[in-house]
Each structure stands twice: as C-alpha cells, then as structure tokens.
C-alpha cells in the first residue's frame, strides 16, 4: 500500500484522485492522508483527514516525522506555499520518503518576491521592471500568496499614506495582459518531464476557475528555459503575462502543485504518472504529447458535515 501524505491539500479532491489513479495504473493501491487545521474540509472525501498544527508551530517537524513514521508514508506533497519549505526540509530528514520539492533555498527566493525578482534578473529572465518613478504600478507583498494585498497604483495619490514601500515587490502595471500557467514536471535528476501552458481565463482568489491548454512553442522554450536556470525539482509552476503588443514576461514559480494542473492532467500531461513512478524508484520519461485546446471549468460540489456531539 502507497501512503500519500498531502499538506494542505484540503481542496485539492480531484488532484488526488489522480494521483491514487495513476499508482492504480501501475498496480499499486495508494491512500490519502492530509493534514490540516480541521478535519472538515473538501478532502474528507478523498483522504483521511488528520488534525495538525500551524505552519509556524515549533512542533511541526516533529508531527510530521511522526505521521511519516507511523504511517509508513511513501510520498509527501505540499499543496500551499508555507509547506513547500518545510517539505524542503522533511526532504533532507527523511530520505526513503520521496519528497519531490526543489531545494530549500530555492524554495525560499520564490516565495520572497524581490529575492526571486533578483534571481531572475540574474539569470536573464524576461519580467516586468521595477517601477522606479513610473505610473501605473503595482504593489506586491513581498511574502504574499494567491493576490491577498496585492494592489495598483494609479497616481502618487493611490499609494496609502504610511505604506512600507520595504514590504513590497514595486513593478510596473502591464496593461490588458493576459495571463498563463506553465504546469512542469522535472524528474529529480533534472530532466524536465513535462511542459504544458494554459491560457487562465476565469479566476476567483487566485484561482483558475477556467482554463485552457495552449500548444506556443515560444511560452514552451521559454517555460523550459526557466526550469533548466534554476534548480527546481518535481512539479512546478510558472506564472507568466503577455501584453497585447509585446512577449511572455515571467511573473512568479511556484514549486509545488497548482490547483489548476488538473486542467494539464485532462489534456493528458501524464503529471500523477511521473509522480507515481518516481515514488516507485522508477524513471519516468519526457512526454509532450498532451492536447492543446482542452478547456478546464471548475464548479461547486458540496460536503455536508452532521454536527458534532
């Protein structure tokens, strides 16, 4: 039995299904076990739900090598940003789990925005400059996810009096661009796997609510020039602008899984497989032969919880 622990996947119901499908595949049966703050969460359907602690809990890392101890887990993913460093460290505890996160200091410059701002100028990435003087811009939390406290400024007048300019990333505002993820898989020896853009057309908080695969081989060279810079390992993604007039500007990596890989997965990335292979000590190959135009639409599907007694 393959024991997958998710952290923080709380809503990533469908991602998991995947993933337990593609150890079915290869004729191995896999549970789900995720840990969060309450068990009433979208997972219950799909995992065990386990009460954990906080992010910042000193008591974290113990719990955690515990559960993976206890509960012979075999595969750890971190599904939200806080846990992406943390399961850089597990990697290094615990070496007969198969963690596939890239290495901590990597994982810690891209979730500071000015430290991955000044990773990719040093690499030679394309992204939106500094804003310097230049009206409109925007503000961006150096340590913030998912947009919160993300805000444009206009005129001198649109930035809040008092604000701690320190705390932000401040670049200028691309107008009228349109925005696309790059869901990758790069195997631990860093052959990159897989590849596949997606065009976001709908979200909510963050979140690809519709979206749709787009076969640019430009975005695809320059995705694959992105991962081979810098050292990232597993899946990964990227975030990229396109202004109306102009090329692919980079705007942020996320080493972990998006909540959106599931519209890659349906095109046919074969992402769970290569997952799967690797946590069997297999070496998955590179596959490009996912469809172009598959459209992802999300909906709401609830979950009743009777009350507690």
């Excluded at 975005?219 to 020039?225: D, K, M, Y």
Aim: proline share 8%; hydrophobic share 45%.
């Amino acid at each position: 039995m393959i024991t997958i622990l998710m952290l923080g996947g709380a809503k990533r119901v469908s991602v998991a299904r995947h993933i337990v499908d593609a150890f079915r595949r290869r004729g191995r049966q896999a549970r789900v076990l995720s840990y969060e703050l309450d068990w009433q969460v979208p997972a219950v359907a799909v995992a065990e739900v386990l009460p954990g602690k906080r992010w910042s809990d000193p008591e974290l890392m113990p719990d955690l090598r515990r559960i993976i101890a206890e509960r012979s887990v075999s595969l750890v993913l971190p599904f939200v940003d806080p846990a992406v460093e943390i399961c850089a460290r597990l990697k290094a505890e615990c070496p007969d789990v198969f963690i596939p996160v890239s290495p901590e200091s990597v994982c810690h410059a891209m979730f500071d925005k000015a430290e991955a701002y000044r990773l990719f100028a040093e690499k030679g990435l394309p992204q939106p400059p500094l804003a310097g003087d230049c009206f409109p811009r925007i503000y961006k939390p150096r340590t913030g996810s998912a947009s919160k406290g993300i805000f444009v400024a206009r005129r001198p007048s649109d930035i809040p009096e008092g604000l701690d300019a320190d705390a932000y990333l401040v670049q200028e505002f691309v107008e009228d661009a349109r925005e696309f993820t790059v869901d990758c898989y790069v195997r631990q020896d860093g052959e990159i796997l897989s590849v596949v853009p997606r065009e976001r057309l709908e979200t909510a908080g963050g979140e690809a609510m519709r979206s749709v695969t787009v076969g640019d081989p430009a975005l695809i060279a320059l995705s694959r020039r992105v991962l081979a810079a810098i050292e990232l390992r597993g899946p990964v993604t990227l975030q990229f602008l396109r202004p109306t007039s102009g090329e692919y500007l980079l705007m942020e990596i996320n080493p972990r899984l998006g909540g959106g890989v599931v519209a890659s997965i349906g095109a046919g990335s074969r992402l769970p497989d290569m997952l799967a292979a690797e946590t069997l000590g297999l070496m998955p190959e590179p596959f490009g032969g996912w469809v172009p135009g598959t459209l992802m639409a999300r909906y709401t599907q609830e979950i009743i919880f009777a009350p507690c007694k």
